[in-house]
C-alpha cells in the first residue's frame, strides 16, 4: 500500500506547524471562516506562512468564501493550493482555479454511495477532491471529528485525485488507510486537545501511524 500524504489542517500557532513538519506532513491547512474555533485572520497567516516557506504546502480552507476574501488570504499567506470546504460548484471551483492559478481541493459531504458518486462532476475543475463526513444541518461543515463509512470510498476509481478527510486520529488512520487506499489524509480535530487547540504529542503519533498503515 503507497504511503498516504498528510495533511495536518487548522494551524493557528507556530508549534504546531513545527509538529506538522517534523512529522513530515506534506500539507498544513489555514483556516479563513470566521464560524471556526480554527479560524485565522490572513495577517496570522502571513507569519505562519513564512514559517512554512519550502518546508510545507499550504492550504487554504474557504467556505462558500467571495473572491476579495480568498485573494487577501492568497496574498498575504502566499497560498500554494486552495480548500473548498461549502457549497461551492463545479463551475466556481474552476473559476477560482482560472482566476488565482492555484490548485483547488473540493471537499465533498460523504453519508451514501450517490454522495460518492457525484464527484465525478467536477473531473475537469478541481485538481482533488476531499472525501468528508457530512456533518448535521446547522453544524460547521467540517472540523466536527466525524467519520462515515469508508467503504464507501474503498480503493475510488473515478478520474481525480482524492483523499480522506473527516473523523481522523491517531488511533484510527491507520485502518482508514488499509479499508480506502487513500493517497491523502487530512484530519483537524483529531489531532487537538480542545477545539482549535492543536495537541503537538497527536500530531507526532498521527503522522507516524499514517505512514505504518
Ligand atoms: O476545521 C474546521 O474548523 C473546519 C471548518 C469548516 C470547514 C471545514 C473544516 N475543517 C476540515 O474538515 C475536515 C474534517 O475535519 P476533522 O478531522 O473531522 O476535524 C478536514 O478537511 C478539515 O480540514
Redesign the pocket.
Known sequence: MPIPEI?I??ISEPLALDAAIKGRAAYA?F?F?P?????ITPAQAAALSARAQGRIGRVG?F?DADDATIGEAVSAAHLDVL?L?GKESPERAAQLRARFALPVWK?LPVASAADVAGAQAYAGAVDRV?F??RTPKGA????????FDWKLVADWKGALAWGL????TPENVSQAVQITGAALV?????VESAPGVKDVDRIAAFCLAARSA
Not at 460547521?140 to 467519520?147: A, E, R, V, Y
Not at 478527510?165 to 481522523?168: C, F, I, Q, R
Open positions: 495533511k489542517c487548522g491547512g483556516v471562516f464560524p471556526s474555533p480554527r479560524n480552507l467556505v480548500q470546504h471537499a476531499l468528508d463526513a460547521l461543515p467540517g472540523g466536527m471529528g466525524l467519520s478527510a473527516g473523523g481522523l487530512d484530519t483537524s480535530s483529531g
